[in-house]
């Protein structure tokens, strides 16, 4: 009995690592600055779903299921602190907490269909749709996005989230899209 608990324990402490690796990945400034994502609680969201979409599926194997679904409860547990710290009511949060989670699946179907695909422009469309959608876009953002996200699977496929974070390839691939918003506003 003690090893299932213990294995359960390393698995939640690997599950908040991950996340936390997620986060990181979400908030880079180039995201909001160059590419336009809007620097709000809901673009940030848009970002963090993003990343956890690419984390799972970085996942390989029914071997992962367990870390899969903790990941997800730490996500869950994340916005139930976000919207206590943004001042929504208790009775309010658990129905909020519900949508973001059915949020999340809902973007994780659609960009998972996309990547199937392997078309850069139906994630573009996705991204558009769920990303850039209030505010103006800024001119090539969701087409750099789509191409991060295609460069990203691609290396997720072949090492872990926390290694392609840890060893730069995150940042590089950013760098890389961001040209391709420069090079469509020119």
């Given at each position: 009995?003690?090893?299932?608990?213990?294995?359960?324990?390393?698995?939640?402490?690997?599950?908040?690592?991950?996340?936390?690796?997620?986060?990181?990945?979400?908030?880079?400034?180039?995201?909001?600055?160059?590419?336009?994502?809007?620097?709000?609680?809901?673009?940030?969201?848009?970002?963090?779903?993003?990343?956890?979409?690419?984390?799972?599926?970085?996942?390989?194997?029914?071997?992962?299921?367990?870390?899969?679904q903790r990941l997800i409860e730490v996500f869950v547990t994340d916005m139930d602190d976000c919207m206590?710290?943004?001042?929504?009511?208790?009775?309010?949060?658990?129905?909020?907490?519900?949508?973001a989670a059915a949020a999340f699946y809902e973007r994780a179907t659609a960009y998972r269909r996309a990547?199937?695909?392997?078309?850069?422009?139906?994630?573009?469309?996705?991204?558009?749709?769920?990303?850039?959608?209030?505010?103006?876009?800024?001119?090539?953002?969701?087409?750099?996005?789509?191409?991060?996200?295609?460069?990203?699977?691609?290396?997720?496929?072949?090492?872990?989230?926390?290694?392609?974070?840890?060893?730069?390839?995150?940042?590089?691939?950013?760098?890389?899209?961001?040209?391709?918003?420069?090079?469509?506003?020119?």
């Open positions: 009995m003690l090893q299932w608990l213990r294995k359960r324990t390393e698995t939640g402490r690997r599950a908040g690592e991950l996340y936390g690796s997620v986060v990181t990945a979400a908030r880079q400034p180039d995201f909001y600055g160059n590419i336009g994502v809007p620097d709000t609680p809901e673009g940030r969201f848009e970002l963090v779903a993003l990343h956890l979409f690419l984390a799972i599926e970085s996942l390989g194997g029914p071997a992962s299921d367990v870390l899969r206590r710290e943004m001042g929504v009511g208790d009775l309010a949060v658990p129905k909020k907490v519900k949508r990547l199937a695909a392997g078309d850069e422009f139906a994630m573009a469309e996705r991204l558009q749709h769920y990303i850039f959608a209030n505010p103006p876009p800024q001119r090539g953002g969701s087409e750099a996005l789509a191409h991060y996200v295609h460069e990203a699977a691609s290396a997720l496929s072949v090492q872990s989230f926390d290694a392609w974070l840890e060893c730069g390839f995150a940042a590089r691939s950013l760098e890389r899209s961001v040209s391709i918003v420069r090079m469509t506003a020119t």
